[in-house]
């Protein structure tokens, strides 16, 4: 890992994910082989590999809290505030301190065990939502797919931050066709999950072939089907799975969201919105 440390003007910036965004940091070392967050390298002139490197932000500059008071206020849109190098360098917990009594709606996404270090700080916010993902129930196809915490571990956070009074998602993304199950994973969670999240595969840039060449490997039998998505653009399978996860959700009175169909979701201002607690 390529580790700098970068001086930035602002922690907050506007976003298309909600109303706002924080980064503390620039890259993360998780490396999931799908992630979409590595078309930032465009613009951070970085000539490593997506997930070898990583810039701590550093900046003098408090958070101006009065810009985002009634406001969405999105952690970790394009890394992990909760990568491992966050223990040592506290940046994220910095970020939190500021935001306590804070009236803004604060949503955090991570892959990581360590947000229970922040235990504290997140019970006294004001209005707050954890997502965590989960995308699978199988350790070995986790583990092919990132190096993040493993699956018992982000179950073992939302259990916790749920049994602590803090709003938890469980953010299915991406959903693999034919190998994420669904709903394996949404009866086995049910008693802590406030909110569901559901986002298909996003195949795009570098990783693209990546994803399809694995899939090709070691799910041959599911292989064709990825084919006709992701490379013939014949996407009934997918619209067909959606069209499932939403009935059993809606026949089973299950809270969620779902995030298919990317360009129809950022045409849609509201949906940009994650979690607008609605259907």
């Known amino acids: 890992m390529i580790v700098k440390e970068k001086e930035v003007k602002d922690y907050l910036t506007k976003s298309k994910i909600g109303e706002y965004a924080i980064n503390p940091y620039i890259g993360c070392p998780h490396q999931c082989r799908y992630c979409y967050a590595s078309f930032m390298k465009r613009f951070t002139n970085h000539k ?5 490197f990583i810039d701590i932000k550093r900046c003098n500059k408090k958070i101006d809290t009065k810009r985002i008071e009634g406001k969405n206020v999105f952690i970790s ?19 939190l301190k500021q935001l306590v009594g804070v009236n803004c709606r604060l949503q955090i996404a991570t892959k990581n065990k360590l ?12 209005d707050l939502s954890v997502a965590v993902s989960i995308n699978t129930l199988d350790e070995d196809f986790r583990s092919d797919m990132d190096k993040a915490s493993s699956i018992k571990e982000r179950l073992e956070v939302l259990k916790t931050l749920h049994k602590n009074g803090i709003y938890t998602i469980l953010f299915m993304s991406p959903i693999f066709i034919g190998i994420t199950n669904w709903k394996g994973i ?20 570098s990783y693209k072939y990546d994803i399809l060449n694995y899939i090709k490997e070691k799910y041959p039998k599911i292989y064709p089907t990825f084919e006709n998505i992701y490379l013939k653009g014949k996407k009934q399978e997918l619209i067909n799975m959606d069209n499932e996860i939403r009935n059993y959700c809606n026949f089973n009175k299950i809270h969620y969201s ?14 940009k919105k994650l979690g607008k607690k609605s259907n």
């Open 186 to 205: 949404i009866e086995q969670t049910k008693k802590y999950i406030n909110e569901y999240w559901f986002e298909d595969l996003n195949l795009r840039g």
């Open 77 to 95: 849109s394009v890394t992990d505030c909760y990568n491992p190098y966050e223990e040592k360098y506290c940046i994220t917990r910095s970020i």
């Open 115 to 126: 947000i229970l270090r922040d235990l504290d700080l997140l019970k006294q916010m004001k």
């Open 48 to 52: 490593e590999a997506w997930g070898e």
């Open 258 to 271: 779902a995030y298919f169909h990317h360009e129809e979701v950022m045409k849609n201002r509201e949906n």
